[in-house]
């Protein structure tokens, strides 16, 4: 079943007398328990592109569209998502996380929204997701605030606040571009468990073919806010067929043999 079915999605900004067109016909697919990594520059559309999908565009965005349906939920007639339906990740965790409300409490306000009452089941939950996020001591992380964690144990909290209401789609969006590379592919890791341990969808925006190798099994090539390849990773890497792929291939093989050449670790 697609959790997210997308056809000829255009999406214009008007400012002015000009208008800015950021989506052009845009078709995308996304099936239970797939990982796909939408991969393009800055300016390419990725980010319009997660807004048109949690139906958060501004008001000044004039959208078209054959179809927009994201977890059985037709866009495009109105309707809204249902709070814990899709989870979604930021690359900076101070975009999900009060920085005045400690961990525990925000937990607790996420899985009241997503519909779970009972109080007892609420904190039961929020310490499970947090051990199963290689957290050891979820104790004193619930009674943190954000500012008082790492950048990595920050991020993981966000992760845990996105997957706490056992959504059926996570959107990440480079969701560990400002982590260091351990800490980086640790997440990754992590992420890749809890997607196949719940048959999880993942949308994951990144401009990092290495980050779509670890963690994607398709990927969607994004240029000039038009999708202009889609696959399966392998094949797409080993043969891309549009140039803007092939020169995105071509980047990131120069990147691994100058870091194999100078000791680096690869860390964009």
Request: net charge neutral; charged share 20%.
């Amino acid at each position: 079943m697609s959790v997210i079915s997308v056809s000829d999605l255009s999406v214009r900004y008007r400012v002015g007398e000009q208008v800015n067109i950021a989506l052009d016909q845009v078709d995308l697919k996304l099936e239970d328990g797939e990982r796909c990594a939408v991969v393009g520059r800055s300016g390419a559309g990725k980010s319009t592109l997660i807004l048109a999908l949690l139906g958060l565009l501004e008001p000044n965005a004039v959208r078209a569209a054959s179809e927009l349906r994201v977890v059985d939920c037709d866009l495009l007639s109105g309707e809204r998502i249902a709070p814990g339906r899709v989870g979604v990740v930021f690359q900076e965790p101070a975009q999900s996380l009060n920085p005045v409300v400690r961990v525990g409490k925000q937990l607790d306000q996420v899985l009241r929204a997503g519909g779970v009452p009972n109080s007892a089941e609420r904190q039961r939950r929020a310490q499970q997701q947090l051990s199963s996020l290689g957290i050891a001591d979820v104790a004193t992380v619930l009674e943190a605030y954000p500012h008082q964690l790492s950048g990595g144990l920050a991020q993981r909290v966000a992760i845990a606040m996105a997957l706490v209401n056992r959504p059926c789609l996570l959107i990440a969006d480079e969701p560990t571009a400002a982590l260091d590379p351990l800490i980086r592919a640790s997440l990754l890791s992590l992420l890749v468990k809890e997607s196949a341990k719940r048959a999880l969808a993942c949308l994951m925006i990144t401009h990092e073919l290495s980050i779509a190798r670890d963690f994607c099994q398709s990927i969607a090539v994004i240029e000039g806010g038009r999708i202009v390849e889609r696959g399966a990773l392998p094949a797409v890497l080993e043969a891309p067929r549009h140039a803007h792929t092939a020169a995105l291939v071509a980047a990131d093989r120069l990147h691994s043999v100058w870091g194999a050449a100078t000791g680096s670790d690869g860390a964009r």
